[in-house]
């Protein structure tokens, strides 16, 4: 069964603080993306990945298609980045849908 | 403003009362999709759209109908709702498919009772 792991499912840190977020899978994929979703609700596309390495601003994503396995990265940690960052993989094979992690739940004190 | 709109934010309804959830988007995106979100289930994805008229099933389509006659507009039709299917639906789309940036509609919370 295809599947999309993410680790930790929680994660509480302090402000400042480096933050690392994982996720594995199980299939060859064409992209993979980091999804942000705040209280309330709303979700927000953070990065589209399907090699190498994005950055933006303070948010950094990797990606390493061999090891099947994604990082998002939070560099100076606040408060306002408290939400639940999602994975989710296209496969390559056009018959598989798509798979979602079940997110990791960050909270940043102050 | 660049933006995917969809109505209502919040739908109470009874089991079998036919309901239509709409999405729209203004940047004259080809792929337009749908997903639901359940408490320990995650995202889920309904439906989806390559471009007009062309449509196919994600991962649960059970009981859901979409239509795409045209290009800004891809509403979610539920014919029969359940109870089963109350859950927080997202609708997206990006420029060409999912190797692209997805934006996302801010939700429909629905409660089937």
């Known amino acids: 069964k295809n599947e999309v792991e993410q680790s930790p499912q929680n994660l509480t840190a302090q402000e400042g603080e480096f933050i690392t977020i994982n996720c594995s899978y199980s299939?060859?994929?064409?992209?993979l993306h980091w999804l942000q979703q705040h209280p309330g609700g709303g979700i927000v596309s953070l990065f589209m990945?399907?090699?190498g390495k994005k950055k933006h601003g303070r948010l950094i994503a990797t990606i390493n298609i061999q090891e099947k396995h994604s990082s998002l990265h939070i560099t100076a940690s606040h408060p306002r980045d408290s939400a639940v960052y999602i994975c989710a993989a296209l496969p390559a094979n056009r018959d598989d849908k798509i798979i979602f992690g079940k997110g990791t739940r960050l909270h940043i004190l102050p | 403003e660049a933006q995917v709109t969809q109505n209502p934010r919040y739908l109470i309804t009874v089991t079998g009362k036919k309901l239509t959830v709409t999405c729209s988007q203004n940047?004259?995106?080809?792929?337009m999709s749908w997903y639901r979100q359940d408490p320990g289930l995650g995202l889920r994805q309904i439906y989806y759209s390559m471009n007009v008229e062309v449509t196919d099933k994600g991962d649960v389509p059970e009981g859901y109908k979409v239509s795409r006659k045209e290009k800004r507009n891809f509403p979610l039709i539920l014919e029969s709702p359940s109870p089963n299917q109350t859950s927080l639906y997202f609708c997206?789309?990006?420029?060409?498919?999912?190797?692209?940036?997805?934006?996302f509609g801010s939700g429909t919370q629905l409660s089937v009772l």
């Open positions: 299939v060859g994929i064409s992209a």
């Open positions: 997206a789309s990006s420029r060409t498919g999912w190797s692209e940036k997805l934006f």
């Open positions: 940047m004259n995106h080809e792929y």
């Open positions: 990945l399907s090699s």
